[in-house]
């Protein structure tokens, strides 16, 4: 050991040198210290209030600690992360205060929608809502109860729902794009509304009516029933009449004929038209009104022993050339000799044979709008909207659908039919039949005399229904009547 040299005692290892918190050693000595946010007073150390000294820096407030501070914020506030401060990077608390944003961390008390401020929040609700009075909860808003502060325009009906509204319409409308204007429905371009004729669309609705010729049912409104014009003796007819589907046809008993107008009847002149059995050679034919008469020939009487003939007296009776000639239709015993001849409608094309004329092939066959051949005949018909006149040409333009009014009134008997025209020297036979939509054609009667022709039925086009009401109008020639030849019958000459 040596004993000249003096060593420094370490102060700090016993009793920490006395001091409070920190001791330092030094040579021949030691100095006490405080901890961070203390002051050395002697060996002891007393606590520094950074509030009172404002060396806090807290931006909003400031709570002193034993050896040091914390700083707080206000309501909606948060202290910002610890930072590092002074030369020797010491955590120092934070002192910054930032928004709390409670719509994002949910911790809002909205019941619809929050919109975050400095500091606090504030609750909204949804179009179609109001905030109620806590400030929180949302009431939905009638806005149907209210149209004056909403621009709802519903033009009908307005529903109030949940947030919102919408508008409605009455029966027979539909909400338009703009969902507040109501359109019409035009229930008769479906199905032409149910309606069997003609379907009337009206604001919310519609009507049914019927074509002239017939009425809605009673019972059923969309059906409508032909309308009996004979039974409700609305015709024109001067003899017979015969209802037919939306119209209604005249006929004439035997011996006549319906006149141009189609409702008059007048005689038929059998001799004329070459209508009789009156043997060409021995007899003539003499008209009479709705009749004839077949007379001996001059030269000629009345046979005894075979009754509706003439002979001479003393010769045997004339051979009919008609017998020995294969006509097509008509043969004529011409003072003995045989010609061939057609029904008006055909032509005779050869010697025997006859052939149906096209009338429509020439100027329409007279037809204002449609001409449709027939074997040997014609007919015309109109294009929608017009109907037949009586002249059997002529279309005539409907100004308006038949209303139910009118429906009433017959529309007089219908000319869509084959038409005897001008130039027909004679009709194709006769016509005494009662018309028959369902059977087809009638059977007539024909006249027989020894070579004379039969007489085939004409055709009649098939009933269509269409608009207006269209029907065949049959033209009624006299049937066939077997002359009796009593004794009187004069002789001529």
Not at 216 to 245: G, H, K, Q, V
Not at 379 to 392: H, I
Request: charged share 20%; aromatic share 10%; net charge negative.
């Amino acid at each position: 050991i040596n004993f000249h040299e003096c060593e420094d005692i370490d102060e700090c290892l016993t009793e920490n040198g006395d001091c409070e918190q920190e001791c330092y050693n030094t040579p021949g000595s030691r100095v006490c210290d405080c901890y961070y946010g203390y002051y050395p007073n002697d060996n002891l150390c007393t606590d520094i209030d950074e509030c009172e000294s404002n060396n806090d820096d807290c931006e909003h407030s400031c709570t002193n600690t034993e050896g040091s501070y914390y700083c707080t914020c206000e309501s909606g506030f948060r202290l910002a992360d610890f930072g590092l401060q002074g030369q020797y990077r010491i955590y120092s608390p934070p002192t910054r205060c930032v928004d709390i944003n409670e719509c994002y961390l949910q911790i809002d008390l909205c019941e619809q929608q929050c919109l975050n401020a400095l500091g606090s929040y504030e609750c909204s609700c949804y179009d179609g809502y109001t905030l109620n009075g806590d400030g929180q909860t949302c009431d939905d808003i009638n806005e149907c109860a209210e149209p004056n502060e909403v621009e709802l325009d519903c033009s009908d009906d307005c529903f109030n729902i949940p947030g919102s509204f919408r508008c409605g319409c009455n029966h027979g409308f539909t909400l338009g794009p703009d969902e507040r204007t109501c359109w019409d429905d035009n229930e008769c371009l479906s199905d032409n509304g149910g309606c069997q004729h003609v379907c009337n669309n009206t604001a919310g609705s519609f009507y049914c009516n019927c074509w002239r010729g017939y009425e809605l049912d009673a019972d059923n409104r969309y059906s409508c029933n032909d309308i009996n014009e004979c039974d409700l003796d609305d015709d024109d007819c001067t003899d017979l009449c015969f209802n037919t589907p939306g119209s209604y046809q005249c006929s004439c008993p035997d011996g006549y004929q319906l006149d141009e107008d189609l409702v008059t009847c007048i005689d038929f002149d059998e001799c004329r038209n070459h209508w009789h059995d009156c043997d060409p050679i021995s007899m003539v034919c003499v008209n009479a009104i709705g009749n004839f008469s077949c007379n001996c020939r001059p030269g000629y009487m009345p046979s005894i022993t075979t009754p509706g003939t003439c002979e001479r007296p003393g010769d045997d009776p004339p051979q009919d050339p008609c017998l020995s000639r294969d006509c097509d239709q008509i043969c004529n015993n011409t003072v003995g000799v045989a010609e061939c001849s057609c029904y008006a409608g055909f032509r005779l094309v050869d010697d025997v044979s006859c052939r149906d004329i096209n009338e429509c092939a020439t100027n329409n066959g007279g037809c204002y709008h449609r001409c449709h051949n027939t074997e040997g005949d014609f007919y015309c018909s109109c294009k929608y909207g017009y109907k037949l006149d009586y002249d059997g040409h002529a279309c005539i333009y409907q100004h308006h659908p038949a209303t139910e009014s009118e429906s009433s009134y017959p529309s007089g008997p219908s000319s869509y039919s084959p038409l005897y025209t001008s130039g027909s020297s004679y009709p194709r036979g006769p016509s005494s039949y009662t018309p028959s939509y369902l059977g087809g054609s009638p059977s007539y009667p024909s006249p027989h005399l020894s070579g004379s022709p039969s007489y085939p039925s004409p055709r009649m086009p098939a009933y269509s229904p269409g608009h207006g009401s269209p029907s065949y109008t049959p033209i009624r020639a006299p049937a066939y009547q077997q002359p009796s030849y009593q004794p009187g019958y004069h002789r001529l000459g």
